[in-house]
């Protein structure tokens, strides 16, 4: 089928499958229910029902099934559309972390790996056991190698999760540099100013160190790195970034905690991926619906998690990012 035939009938059947997407009343609902038992007879109302779990805790299993069958079926839509891809390299990184733990650990990471990604999993689990990088062309070599260095020289699986996260985000910013899509290129730099912000307050708080920064820091970003090193080094780290483009997310919500901004981040970033919704016939709005199922898999964790911790249903409601429908 031709390109400009593929985009009208994905967009079309994305407009479908929006309407299954879970709406910011459904999430409150399950915020509201009097416990974690009711939120997830509430959850089994939707399509995360298809999968049966023997008890409450196995909640991650239908989000984890839920979420595979959702990058099935849109990966049928665009099969061949290297656009799509830059959205899917996380799950590739992902499950290379998995793959150097469970090697690391000698204990089997199987329920960790998850589909989604650029690489089928056989392929990659075969290719990275044989350290045959020539088949994962989007993982860098140097960078896989370097996590197991560290991780053997220090003990420390943090490393692991670091070294590859930059390693991403440079695959990322590399790839949506060379297609040159405008809506591509805000979401990557994007994520990557969201992502930054959010380890600059967390490891600020903290009191950790420059050296922590600067290692948990990634590339891709429009906001300098620089600048947030300095902000870094400041008693007021706002001070710093207020005259930012973000000035007035981190003046907003950074004086309210680690919990408050990391919400704010997360519906910053929403609010850039619903550009999608007013694109007809290019690719946008599919790669904005795997996005949104992503949040929206968030969100359901979060309710979930904080009614196994029995905390109340005002904290819960705070801590519900902003949905796509």
Partial sequence: MAKHKIYPFAVASIRSM?????????????????????????????????????NIYDFEKMIRNHLEEEYQAVGKLIPSETFMDIFRFKNDYHNVKVLIKEEISKASGKKYLMQGGTIPLDSLQKNFRDRNYMELPNIKADAVQEAIEMYAKTKSAAYIDTILDRACFEVMSEAADKLGNAYVSRYVKTLADMTNLKTLLR??????SDEELEQCLVPGGDLPLEVLRKAFKNDSVIQTLKDTVYGELCETYMPQGFTVFEKACDDYLMGCIKDAKYKTLTPEPVAAYILAKETEAKCVRIILTCKLQKMDEATIKERVREAYV
């Fill in 203 to 208: 490891i600020w708080k903290l009191k950790r």
């Fill in 18 to 54: 929006e309407n299954r997407l879970l709406t910011q009343q459904k999430l409150m609902q399950m915020a509201e229910a009097k416990d974690a038992g009711e939120a997830i007879r509430i959850l089994c109302e939707t399509d995360y029902g298809k999968t049966e779990i023997d």
